[in-house]
């Protein structure tokens, strides 16, 4: 059973420039959860998809967009980057429908915008 | 969604038991207590959920009293290793995570 990966590790970008980060859910999840961390702080919802479906949102503005493809891995898209999207932004997984709502995070990108 | 409140910080020697107390004041009948650890550079990761009274498992136990406005993590016979950040979270269960700032553990031998 493999686990969460996200890709990529470590990423630089520019103020105004786009990025676009993906993430593998664990075998046989069928949702993927996205967060921002922010240095000292705690993980924040952006957003859930649900079988390629947006299913719920943080208070995080458009700019912040996603994709789930049918084998469940997924994509955060983020455009227009601002100073203060640098943060590790972490993508979970996890079985929705089910008695087992765990869910399963990858390392995450550590996103630095100059 | 119900707020939690967690000490911000605290201090541990190693094979000591330690105890974090979470207050949800407002939990709902639907929602569930979840804890989850961190470690620098890393995901969280799940330690132990419950609706009520006590849950064990091979890393922790979950206090939750009747009422269900509080509830305490117990982890027996700490390490070094068990230096984390560790959330309290409260919600419906297959709901996106609500996290607030956690209680940073630090164990020192």
């Known amino acids: 059973e493999t686990g969460v990966t996200q890709s990529p590790t470590h990423l630089i970008k520019t103020r105004g420039q786009q990025v676009t980060l993906r993430c593998s859910s664990q075998s046989g999840h069928n949702t993927v959860s996205w967060y921002q961390q922010a240095l000292g702080q705690g993980p924040q919802f952006i957003f859930q998809?649900?079988?390629?479906?947006?299913?719920g949102r943080g208070n995080f503005p458009p700019r912040f967009s996603g994709l789930q493809f049918p084998n469940y891995s997924s994509e955060l898209n983020v455009n227009a980057l601002e100073l203060d999207d640098s943060a590790l932004y972490l993508c979970?997984?996890?079985?929705?429908?089910?008695?087992?709502?765990?869910?399963?995070f990858g390392p995450g990108t550590r996103l630095t915008v100059t | 969604l119900a707020k939690t409140t967690q000490p911000i910080s605290m201090d541990s020697y190693e094979g000591q038991e330690v105890n974090i107390t979470c207050s949800h004041n407002n939990i709902a009948t639907n929602d569930y207590i979840t804890w989850y650890q961190q470690f620098p550079s890393q995901g969280p990761r799940f330690i132990i959920q419950?609706?009520?009274t006590k849950v064990t498992n091979e890393v922790a136990s979950l206090f939750i009293p009747a009422d269900r406005k509080s509830s305490t993590l117990s982890l027996p016979r700490v390490s070094l290793s068990d230096t984390a950040v560790y959330y309290c979270?409260?919600?419906?269960?297959?709901?996106?995570?609500?996290f607030g700032k956690g209680t940073t553990l630090s164990v020192s031998s």
């Open positions: 998809y649900y079988r390629e479906e947006e299913n």
């Open positions: 979970a997984s996890s079985l929705k429908g089910t008695d087992g709502v765990e869910q399963y």
């Open positions: 979270l409260v919600g419906d269960r297959g709901t996106a995570l609500i």
């Open positions: 419950g609706y009520k």
